[in-house]
């Protein structure tokens, strides 16, 4: 018997029986205790490798360019942040680049460095305390928001001059759904007990 | 599917892994490590209530240079036009993307205001030890949780216009005051959430109830 806490409300029960793919909620406040996904670490790790490929597409391309009278900009996710920079702005671009490369970044990279190791069976150091930090940053990772920030951007450039967009932005749409199926699917309970030994 | 709590009993429970541990006693503050993650444990997140109202004060401090200030300047042709969150959002309603000029207002103008107000009241019903809707409360901390990223909108807006537009006389984008005291907002707020801990709603109803369940 396994003692399982609710993160919301602090409620303990006894850890129930759930079906592959089900999911148990509090009874007190409604919140969701966890899902249960007997083949999450195979599932995600395919899902963390694919974000990485499509995360280095969307960094080392351009996602929108610009073209007015001849003259074309165009802006990788990094660059966006070092234009903040150049006006001055380096709070600002430190926000954005925290929110949209490096919490992604870390997330995608730790989750690597954890679910290959658990996978594959064998051991490096520091696996609790890198699977820590991914929780830590994903409230800080923000991709799915900068996408729509791009939408809005591109529709207040349209009437000025030409949009085109870039290798980046298909990257972009694919990489969203495919982190978010990532952290759907995660049991970070089950990732967890592999890493402590216990099953 | 729901399970029902056996509720008390002095544990605490670690806020990365959550595994559930002995406590040494019910209203113990003493810190303790995590066995399973080494992750610092608290039974209840340390000065929540406190440091939740800091965030929210100053994000309210913020609120109101960020909407009245300019976020960004374009300048076009020789025309140049300052632009505040809601002239922007005006803008795309004009041009008939009232959809997009939905979504920026709602995540510009109302998420950062519904987000003060109403963590603000869960603060204020925490500290009044109210007994009133736990259920709702909890449910409203959820969402406040789950929205309040999406105010960022506008930060990323000013970032790409910025980095995009820079064609000297011809087309270009500066970044304003405003900007600055909007992402203060928004980072304030989402430190505010972080910082209440959902916990302290149930803590009353607990000390009532009086149950204890020895794990």
Known sequence: MRIIGCRECDAVVVEPFVPDGGAAYCDRCGGLLFRRHSRTIEVCLALVVAAAILFAVANLYPFLAFQMQGQTTQTTLLSGTRALLDQGENAVAALVFLTVIASPACEIGLLLYVLGPVHFGFRLPGLALAFRFVEQFRPWSMMEVFLIGILVAGVKLADLAEIVPGIALYAFGLLIPILAAASNFLDAELVWRRIAGEA | ?215
């Open chain 2, 1 to 215: 599917m729901r399970f029902s709590p056996l509720v008390g009993g002095p544990h605490a429970q670690c806020p990365v892994c959550r595994l559930v541990m002995k406590a040494p006693a019910e209203r113990s503050e003493a810190p303790l490590a995590c066995p399973r993650c080494g992750a610092t444990v608290h039974r209840r997140k340390p000065e929540s209530l406190a440091r939740t109202s800091a965030y929210l004060i100053a994000a309210l401090i913020c609120y109101v240079p960020a909407n009245v200030y300019p976020i960004m300047r374009s300048t076009s042709l020789g025309r140049a036009q300052e632009d505040t969150i809601v002239s922007g959002v005006v803008y795309l309603y004009e041009s008939g993307m009232w959809p997009l000029g939905t979504i920026v207002l709602i995540a510009s103008v109302v998420v950062p205001i519904a987000k003060i107000v109403s963590l603000g009241g869960l603060v204020v019903s925490v500290r009044r030890r109210s007994r009133w809707r736990p259920r709702d409360r909890a449910a409203t901390f959820r969402i406040i949780e789950l929205v309040g990223r999406w105010s960022m909108v506008d930060v990323y807006v000013v970032t790409i216009l910025v980095a995009l537009v820079h064609l000297g006389t011809l087309a270009n984008v500066e970044v304003l005051f405003g900007a600055v005291f909007f992402a203060a907002v928004v980072v304030l707020t989402i430190l505010a959430a972080e910082s209440f801990d959902p916990r302290l709603i149930w803590d009353v109803l607990e000390e009532e109830e009086g149950r204890d369940v020895r794990i």
